[in-house]
């Protein structure tokens, strides 16, 4: 065996990742660390400013005092407006109007309910839920005043209206079939209605819809500039900032087509095969379906996001014959999720275009195996990212040894300060403690068996818990019952010390709950794809050596002649 890190190979390309960038994404607040106490306001004033007043422990609100009166009092306004919109019955087009007025109303609260109070996306959801419906009843009214015009006589301007030949068995029944589209479907271009047998009701229903799609599409534009790919006038005011397309931009697009890809049902894949590029996508999508892309983007840290991301990047640095592709809206992508690895140029493409998406306890996230995992860590070890991407907190720089050889430590417990005989106050107090590591190597390295093997021989000074992958119970565990961590007595004299009986405050069983739990919470492919130890003293208050054990057992098996 012997010692790797795999930087890059000779099929990767080697595109310029250094240099000046720029910022691709809007991206609404990441999730604070696990370690992070305390909670704040999470509303947002109307001049734009964050409120961010700490809240006390236990409320049951995201906001302040001031803040939850204002929700309460925008929530009330919007569902009287609503209300008032569904009560309107539409007659007439002066009706239409009122009920269009309402309607537009009622929008706006909605989103100052949804930017103001909701900055995290915590209620994307319901506004989503909601805009479906707002849609399928403007649509369904849309569609019943068509309905009504067609039986009063349709002409052949008609748009939507497709006369079919009927089957030869029917042609002497005089029958014909109408294929029927809703005018308010996007891709129905507004100017086709004014031919229309109809009073301008539903041309006031579709610029009503035309301009809720239209607000969605430039929501998510401001949230991913480079997703627009129209033609731009060159003279335009609208442009004097106007993106010139580089390897960020290309990095965007291929995100979003691989997403559309992968996510898709099949009606939206077929009106993604038809269009020409992104921006013909998007101006025939409904505005519920766009407002879940503005979520997609601005959530964009999400594991189900950055997997998609991750595609993206690792397609950037491969040789064109090395991957199977398709053509999607305008550009090329990887037709498959699968076999591609986060080498370091990839790496350095992720830090350079989205330094700030990950972070230290999500920066896993991206990562499709334990292979990518191990990668990222060794390159933190040699202090590569170390801006954004590297945890002070985190104990892997003590095992930096371990991690070059695929050990990546997770937890630890060194109770070196905190055991033997001290008096406290009016009392004798002694604490027993036994040191333990956690730690977690991949499956399918002969490396990691190796380990396990070496470690299990050692059952005289060391206790071993192992996991393998994602099995609640454990591989190897000691034979020994209710085995304590840490544990106290306590006296006024040393007399009556002898004679106490110990209380127990950390148990191997709390320590491997907290690790089934991190095995929750972690992205599932690390954890099907790793071993998870837990090395324990055998022996109570010994100095901590366990990380100087691990690493010199793996110095060992790779046939390093002199370990520490």
Known sequence: MSLQLRISSSQEKRP??????????????????????????????TDGR??????PSGASEPWCERHHEEWKDLNARWGKTQREAERIVVLSLDVAKQKVLKLRQSVDLRRQIR??????????????????????????????????????????????????????????????????????????PIDSLQGMPDDGTILVLKHFYQDLCADSVRRLYSIVPDLDDSPKQSKSPEQKEQ???????????????????????????????????????????????????????????????????????????????DIKTIQLLGGTIPSTTEGLKMTKPCWDILYRWFPNLLTPWTLASICSNFEDYTTICKLLMMRLYNDHWYDPASIMSECSTGVYMGFIPTSKGDFTTNVGLRQEGQLWVQRESRNYLCGQMAIGDPLTQAFLDELRKRTSTLYLVVYEGTHADATVHPTEPDLFISRYRSAMNLDDLEKADYSTTLTLEEIKDNLRMKKTTMYDPIVVDSWQFIIIDREVGLPFRLIDIVQDTLMMLIGDPSPR
């Not at 000046?20 to 947002?44: K, M, Y």
Request: aromatic fraction near 6%.
């Open 115 to 188: 930017d103001r109070f909701y900055p995290r996306g915590g209620d994307i959801q319901d506004y989503i839920k909601w805009l479906a419906k707002l849609e399928a009843d403007v649509r369904g009214l849309a569609d019943s005043l068509l309905m009504q015009n067609l039986q009063r006589g349709p002409t052949p301007e008609t748009p939507g209206v497709h006369t079919g030949t009927p089957h030869p068995d029917r042609v002497s029944l005089g029958e014909t079939i109408t294929i029927l589209r809703s005018p308010l479907d996007p891709r129905i």
């Open 50 to 55: 964050a409120c961010r007043l700490a809240l």
């Open 243 to 321: 993106i010139i397309p580089d390897n960020g931009t290309d990095i965007i697009r291929a995100w979003f087509r691989i997403m559309v890809l992968n996510d898709s049902e099949a009606s939206t894949l077929e009106h993604a095969t038809r269009s020409k590029c992104i921006n013909d996508f998007l101006m025939g999508c409904q505005a519920s379906q766009l407002e879940e892309y503005c979520d997609y983007f601005e959530k964009a840290w999400r594991p189900h996001a950055v997997q998609y991301l991750r595609v993206a990047i690792c397609a950037q640095t491969l040789a064109g014959g």
């Open 16 to 45: 310029t990742f250094r240099g000046n960038t720029r910022r691709l994404l809007r991206l609404s607040d990441i999730p604070d660390s696990p370690a992070a106490l305390g909670a704040a306001c999470e509303a947002v004033d």
